[in-house]
């Protein structure tokens, strides 16, 4: 009954509009409405919980159209636009990154279709962010969408270090049992960076998962 109370109370700001951010930190295993939406003044429907990261996991990654169903569901009635194939990961941190990265502003002026790394970016005042960053999936980062001046309001916003690897990149895979290596090229199906596993195809067709690892030349 009280998700009925609270989508009545917010019905007349119209439907929530989900976050284009690729990455959002988190100071707690939960996910809430307000993680997930491009709104001020929720109030209590803020809080409402909608998903939960698995135990002993501190990162979860969802797709946008798997968020908005989940937001019907926590909050049955209300109305939600932005739901489509895009991947977006929630990843807890400590209380002072998630803080620290919470609101954004450009520390100079951007050409539209700039990527926004942490060199181009300070902290600043929580305004309200008109949507002027779009996230570039096969690279992993944000970019402009128009020029923007020095000390335009990102709003909530974490970035990440850029990807190694890129979707569609080429990639030597290399296999090592006891004396014996072989090497094989793949091709990248997602973004990642060192350390981390992606999703990789051989020339066969064949698809699995392998870990990035850079190699001095």
Known sequence: MMAFVLAAAFAGGGPLLLTDRGEIALSRPTVRLADVVEARGLGRLGVVEIARLPVGRDRLSLSRRAIAALVRRAVPGIVVDGGDARIVTFRVVGRAEASAGACQVTSSALAAGAAITRDKIAAGPCAVAARVLRYDAARGYFVARRDLPAGSPLG????????????GDAMTLVSRAGPVTVERRVTALQSGRDGR?????????????APIATVAP
Do not use: C, E
Request: charged share 15%; glycine share 8%.
């Open 156 to 167: 909530h916003l974490i970035v990440s270090p850029p990807a190694t690897v890129a979707r």
């Open 197 to 209: 596993r992606v999703f990789v195809r051989d020339s066969g067709g064949h698809v699995f998962a």
